[in-house]
């Protein structure tokens, strides 16, 4: 296929690759520069951290970069996440037996659940979707709160077999990053090779003419937030098994966290564009400003405003490097 | 003084990589409606947004009034007296039409600054009822038709004491008695001495109201004549550069049987009682003025509205068609008017956009072979001649007529048997036109059933078997194509119910 590719779609692949590689590169003079700051940071074992403590903001920025590509957005995530978490806790606070599977199983269900109530405002009331999530944020957090009475499940509550779903690992590798792993590799096939991958694209691209081709537009956005929410169930359960502790403000303010690392990956808020490689690289930069920022002894008061400041920034450049393409695209017509 | 209004000598423009003008003149006489024509492509555009200051000319020379002139920016042009009025309008739908006609030159009290409404209401109201306007200038713009919008359009250009107007395709989307009454406007503007330079695709609307014809063709300048002393032929030669010798391929079908039967299909507000056949290899022209129902018709057919009442019948039986995957699942494609916004995705490739509607065939337990959507991409794409580098071209890289290829090609990706095409031939040059009518041809010929919306009475004569006309969402009549004729379509069109 790649041998029939014409001159303009080379170049149109190749700015993307630009894109991405300044992305990169950016990343790399970043590291370089923590590392002269602080020798630890570039140790196998903070590696490992800083990989661990960013799967589940990777796991979320699927689902999140599937949501966007079809113009929507989901602002409940951290609510959801939160809720499957606290269920999920309590659940193996009174059944400390519980299997680890079930117990993610169970916290994926109940994701799922949320994100088909989500799927329905949004593709069958026609609600916009930072609305409807909105609104169903402030449910799902309510319903955390009421159920857990505002109380904590904390560490010894829980079984060391739960326990043991965050911090355990095989062949060395921890099971966060093998699960993120795993995901990555399914949706990275599921978006590019699949019909439902391809629809998801026409539908965030252009939804009326995905309409006229067939397309049932609604279906594809139901599936998008189920998705959404299956994927934050898990990510709860992740959650709370990694901190040893659910309460009812977890994650609260976490959805702009994976908002940010999908826009910095390349994720058009105006829908129908964002891919896979992109978004890893936003999801890397992320992950490394959350891990090296403590590590470079940045006070606590300035750690947000900074981060803020770097992803500004990405996304500056990012939009300098497409107005250059769409310039380009604009030449080439009046040929 | 000059004898001229407007002239411009030698006028060459490069963008990067292309000369989109070559020595271009033009001379426009006070009080004078002057055509400029040319296919898609041929510089008219640019050749206008140099007259409007939104390009500027590499070399060469402007004049208005006998001086020379430079045109920075749309604002000097606007200061001359030039005043461009869009294909599409530009305007502002939830602002009034007074808002609309004064935006950028509002009267203003000296002392207070306060906007003067009352007295632009009134001026406003002037201008409407000057050009024979039948609304009030305290409308939303919203609630205006398209050709009530470009009347506002004209007033505007009034309002700015424009002595030079441009109008850019203004009939493309208006119907038979809208455009006469656009002609009309036209005529009185040029007989109080404005002077009008009007671009159309329709060879009706240069003959109609232009004195003056300047033809461009691949960047340049190709002649000036006028009106009366230049055949249809002729003109139409020196646009392409070679001859049509037909723009409307032979008739000679045919007919196979029925397959589509619409019985009593009704929805409140849109259409009533519409009852129609079609048959295999039958091209059939729905016509009438635009807001007939014709759109809305089509689209209950092909699900993408719901229908109240009636019944729609398939090869003998009954089917029920709740959304456009129904319809294509049984043989109906639809091809929209807006091939921008409904038919294609622009930011798309050729292969990615031709595969839509057939995601199931390039499929297998939902993995996409894009091997197979390659081949099936090209070849369609040659089966219609899409003119592209190749299928990885992206859509919004072609002009108006190849896109409207490759939505034909989309529509043969599916296993269809009725085709309903939506004003195919909108806002495509000559050239491509008579490309599409081929292709309508070869279509019907294979056996496809077509059901063509036109609102360009040329085309419905010169390709329908059967004409269907229709008037306030009813059919009003039923031809066939050996028996219509421009009187009887319009008389159907527009006949008052008494």
């Known amino acids: 296929m790649a041998e029939n590719k014409s001159k303009t779609v080379l170049n149109r692949g190749s700015v993307q690759k630009i894109r991405e590689l300044g992305l990169l590169g950016f990343i790399v003079i970043l590291s370089v520069f923590i590392q002269c700051r602080n020798p630890s940071f570039l140790t196998a074992e903070n590696l490992n951290d800083l990989i661990t403590n960013t799967a589940i903001l990777s796991l979320l920025s699927v689902g999140m970069m599937m949501v966007i590509i079809t113009r929507g957005i989901d602002l409940s995530i951290g609510a959801t996440l939160a809720l499957s978490g606290m269920i999920t806790a309590m659940t193996v606070r009174s059944h400390p037996a519980l299997s680890p599977f079930l117990a993610l199983l169970l916290g994926t269900t109940i994701g799922l659940l949320c994100g088909i109530v989500i799927g329905f405002l949004v593709a069958k009331t026609s609600i916009l979707p930072i609305i409807a999530t909105l609104g169903m944020m402030n449910v799902f957090r309510g319903m955390t709160f009421l159920i857990s009475g505002g109380r904590w499940v904390s560490a010894h509550q829980m079984s060391s077999s739960f326990k043991h779903i965050a911090t355990g690992s095989i062949f060395g590798v921890n099971h966060l990053i093998l699960i993120a792993i795993i995901t990555y590799l399914i949706f990275y096939y599921f978006i590019n090779h699949t019909r439902t991958g391809r629809k998801i694209y026409a539908v965030g691209s252009n939804p009326q003419s995905a309409r006229i081709s067939g397309i049932n537009v609604d279906r594809t956005l139901w599936l998008v937030y189920a998705i959404m929410g299956a994927l934050t169930g898990l990510s709860g359960v992740l959650w709370v098994s990694k901190f040893a502790s659910a309460q009812s403000n977890t994650a609260m303010g976490y959805e702009m966290n994976v908002i940010a690392a999908c826009v910095v990956g390349g994720v058009s808020i105006a829908g129908g564009t964002g891919k896979v490689s992109g978004l890893l690289s936003g999801v890397l930069l992320l992950g490394i400003l959350n891990n090296a920022l403590p590590l470079l002894n940045v006070s606590p008061f300035w750690q947000d405003a900074i981060q803020g400041g770097i992803i500004l920034l990405a996304v500056i450049v990012g939009a300098l490097v497409r107005r250059n393409t769409d310039k380009k695209n604009l030449i080439g017509r009046e040929e | ?498």
């Open chain 2, 1 to 498: 003084m000059s004898k001229y209004i407007l002239e411009l000598k030698g006028i060459t423009k490069t963008f990067p990589g292309v000369k989109a003008l070559d020595n271009v003149c033009f001379q426009l006489k006070p009080g004078e409606i002057h055509a400029l024509m040319g296919e898609n492509g041929a510089g008219k555009s640019t050749f206008i947004k140099i007259i409007t200051g939104v390009h500027q000319p590499d070399e060469g020379e402007i004049y208005f009034k006998g001086e020379q002139v430079v045109i920075d920016n749309p604002n000097d042009s606007k200061k001359l007296g030039i005043a461009a009025i869009y294909q599409h309008a530009t305007s502002y739908p939830d602002l009034s039409v007074t808002e609309n006609i004064f935006i950028g030159h509002e009267y203003i009290c000296p002392q207070t600054k306060r906007l003067l409404w009352k007295k632009m209401n009134a001026k406003a109201q002037e201008y409407l009822d000057e050009l024979g306007a039948n609304f009030e200038s305290t409308t939303m713009m919203k609630a205006l038709s398209v050709a009530q919008q470009q009347i506002v359009e004209i007033a505007k250009a009034l309002s700015a004491n424009a002595e030079v107007i441009i109008m850019d395709e203004p009939t493309s989307s208006l119907t038979t008695s809208e455009s006469e009454d656009l002609y009309r406007i036209a005529e009185s503007l040029r007989d109080s001495g404005t002077s009008i330079i009007f671009i159309s695709h329709r060879f009706e609307d240069m003959y109609r109201l232009a004195d003056i014809v300047t033809v461009l063709r691949d960047s340049k300048y190709i002649g000036t004549w006028g009106v009366n002393e230049v055949s249809n032929e002729d003109l139409i030669k020196a646009m392409v550069g070679r001859e049509i010798t037909q723009l409307f391929p032979e008739k000679k079908r045919v007919l196979g049987k029925e397959i589509l039967k619409v019985h009593g299909l009704g929805k409140i507000g849109y259409f009533s009682d519409i009852s129609f056949t079609l048959r295999k290899g039958e091209i059939l022209g729905l016509t009438g003025l635009v807001g007939a129902g014709r759109t809305e018709l089509c689209q209950a057919i092909f699900g993408i509205h719901s229908y109240d009442k009636g019944h729609i019948y398939l090869e003998g039986s009954e089917v029920e068609i709740n959304h456009p995957s129904d319809a294509m699942q049984l043989g109906i494609g639809y091809l929209p008017e807006d091939r921008q916004a409904q038919g294609l995705i622009l930011e798309w490739g050729l292969e990615k956009n031709i595969s839509l509607s057939a995601l199931d065939k390039i499929s297998r337990n939902g993995w996409l072979n894009k091997k197979e959507e390659i081949k099936i991409a090209k070849r369609l794409a040659d089966k219609v001649n899409v003119k592209a580098r190749s299928v990885f071209d992206l859509a919004k890289q072609l002009s108006g007529g190849n896109q409207q290829k490759v939505v034909v090609a989309k529509l043969l990706t599916a296993d269809l048997k009725i085709i309903i095409l939506d004003e195919p031939t909108k806002g495509v040059d000559v050239g491509a036109k008579s490309a599409i009518f081929e292709i309508m041809t070869d279509l019907a010929v294979q056996g496809y059933a077509i059901i063509m919306i036109s609102s360009e009475m040329p085309e419905i004569l010169g390709m329908s078997d059967r004409i269907l006309v229709m008037r306030e969402g009813r059919i009003t009549a039923e031809m066939t194509g050996e028996e219509a004729s421009q009187e009887r379509i319009l008389e159907a069109a527009m006949k008052k119910t008494a």
